[in-house]
């Protein structure tokens, strides 16, 4: 069944179940039908032989018809259409006596067959049922009278029955593939409808949606979701769009400043002090470079998910001394006064790599956007069964409208400070994705002129 269509899958499973049940019901009325006529055989075969078994003259152990003669007149006179054959039997099983229509045929006596138990057999070309009962008199037994009636005609109605039912079956099996079949067509209909709609829709084409059908049925959750599969992708390709666009755009600067330093540098012979001081311009440059690089291949990684955290124990409290460490020299050059007294360590589970860039990143924009001689102050406690870490500065600030606005991709604040600051707008968007791979809950507070703070809380 791999090879069929969907359409004609339905159908023959329809055909099955239905097959199935309709063979059930044909073989019930046929075993019905059956049961009856041989429950009409048997009771017309007992109600005949007993009639005939209190007829029969009994006398010294022998058993004969009271009125034979009248029956052997009436057998030449009468044609029989049902004609009821009647054979007397003593104790031994040897015929006593006979109905004159049996001729010279016997019904024949089978001692292994009990009394009161209807079966079929043959007398000469015909089939008959017949049965044997015992003939009693005062208590006595003296014999056996076996009684029989041709079931020819009865076969034939079965017969015709089982015939009638079997081809009925069969013509019933091709009118319901034929009907399931077109009932299957017309029910996947609408599913035909959706992947033409959505055949349509390509990368030019992103905004279209497949139309929804009327009735709230598997259909419809089918097409609301495909049409919320869509949305995801194009709002991806969206991102994916200005993600490209504002990489190039961050890209562009440094390359525009190192063109235009080395085209001065060529146009006419240089001091050993410009050369110096443009080389120095363009190592700057090519360090902002290298960084925008470093920062777009850990925000892409973070966006495809490709990022495997490695989980272990850290030290909180060694992992911020490293990261003041590597920053001592920006800390020196704005003369910015570190406060970061904790009362004890602090341990959490966690990956190393995703921790220290949380930390470099935060802690360097605070640098950056902290007046010089200003504070940067750092504490971390317990709350709970979490391990809080704030850090606080009295830097610039950010405005309100803009709070939601910071986690983006390659956006900056409208403030002149931040203009004037070299950046690529990508390290909050870094900080906001790394603390929702590292389940780390990311709070950050700010108004302007006033100063920023931030609070993470990570699981112990």
Known sequence: MKNFSYRNRIAINYLLATGTLLLLVFFLIFFVVQLAVYAHLDRTLR???QKHANE?????????????????????????????FIEV???????????????????????????????????????????????????????????????????LVLST????????FIFSLLVLFLSARYLAG??????????????QINYNNLNDRIPVPVNNDELYELTVEINQLLERIHESIEREKQFTADAAHQLK?????????????????????????KITESMTEIERLSDIVDNLLILARMNTNAMELRMTEISLIEAIDKVIQRLSRKIEHKEIRLVFEPPSDFTVVNDPFIIDLILENLLSNAIKYSHKGGQIEIACHHKNELVVLQLHDKGIGIASEEINKIFLPFYRGSSEVISHEKGSGIGLSIVAKACKIADIKLTIQSRLEEGTHIQLEFQK
């Open 161 to 168: 029955l089982r015939n009638i039912l079997f081809f009925t």
């Open 56 to 84: 029969v003259h009994v006398e010294n152990n022998k058993i004969t018809f009271i009125n034979k003669s009248e029956w052997e007149e009436r057998e030449h006179r009468e044609v029989e259409v049902n004609p009821v």
């Open 253 to 277: 600067t440094p390359l525009a400043v190192l063109k235009g330093s080395f085209g001065v540098l060529i146009r006419k012979p240089r001091t050993n002090e410009d050369l110096v001081k």
């Open 186 to 199: 017309k029910s996947i209909q609408p599913v035909k409808t959706i992947i033409n709609k959505a055949r």
């Open 47 to 49: 109600n005949v032989a």
């Open 89 to 155: 039997h003593g104790l031994d099983g040897k015929i006593m006596d006979k109905s004159p229509n049996l001729k010279i045929d016997e019904l024949g006596f089978n001692p292994d067959i009990p009394t009161n138990k209807s079966f079929n057999t043959h007398l000469e070309n015909q089939q008959i049922r017949q049965i044997k009962i015992e003939i009693i008199r005062n208590a006595t037994k003296y014999g056996y009278i076996s009684a029989a009636i041709p079931i020819d005609g009865y076969l």
